[in-house]
């Protein structure tokens, strides 16, 4: 199957910093990636989706303004947790599905630690 | 967005086949339903995905009638490293459509 990569696996900063956290995909383009956040014990939540070339949308209750969406070409999309907080402490993951396809592929996830 | 239910989590034994029942009784024309797998800090892991009857892949089976309205994961002689959760989507083929996830069922095998 396809294969999707997050950078980096794991993260700790400090509260008041930002951190970027980026979504590849190694074998395939795709013009539309999808972020998600999961806490312990939970599902995973969409937080928004990102396009190649264009703005990202973000499901409700998500900052924009927060978690910014960059997808620059069509293998690379990245989210930066700005000014992160302890809540924002997580594990985050990315999906893409090659286009035309129907199966949608996840990324490792990245465990971030705001301290 | 169709809406899947499933029950919350199950047990088995080593060596057991487990089947995981979903119901999307408002899946649609276009949707495709499938199955990941998702251990502790990992991503989800594509099992199988099916439009209609049945689909086998080297992992698993899937098992969906004719009114397409629920949907069955086959697991055949499960062992302790398929302890994981089981989430059953639907998706709509060929777009770019999100995909919303249930709570999924915690599979637990046991020796």
């Keep these: 199957g396809a294969v999707v990569s997050q950078h980096p696996s794991r993260v700790i900063c400090k509260s008041g910093t930002s951190v970027k956290i980026e979504c590849r995909s190694l074998d ?88 | 967005l169709a809406k899947t239910t499933q029950p919350i989590s199950m047990d088995s034994y080593e060596g057991q086949e487990v089947n995981i029942t979903c119901s999307h009784n408002n899946i649609a024309t276009n949707d495709y339903i499938t199955w990941y797998q998702q251990f502790p800090s990992q991503g989800p892991r594509f099992i199988i995905q099916g439009y209609k009857t049945k689909v086998t892949n080297e992992v698993a089976s899937l098992f969906i009638p004719a009114d397409r309205k629920s949907s069955t994961l086959s697991l055949p002689r499960v062992s302790l490293s398929d302890t994981a959760v089981y989430y059953c989507l639907v998706v709509e083929g060929r777009r770019d459509d999100k995909i919303i996830f249930g709570k999924g069922t915690r599979l637990h095998i046991l020796p």
């Design chain 1, 28 to 115: 395939f383009q795709a013009t539309t990636m999808f972020w998600y956040r999961q806490f312990p014990k939970q599902s995973l939540m969409l937080m928004a989706t990102s396009n190649e070339g264009s703005k990202a949308t973000y499901e409700q209750g998500v900052e924009k303004d927060k978690f910014l969406i960059n997808h620059a070409s069509l293998t690379l999309s990245t989210l930066t947790v700005t000014s992160a907080h302890p809540e924002d402490s997580s594990f985050y993951i990315c999906s893409a599905r090659a286009t035309g396809e129907e199966t949608q592929y996840f990324g490792p996830g990245t465990r971030l630690l705001v301290l």
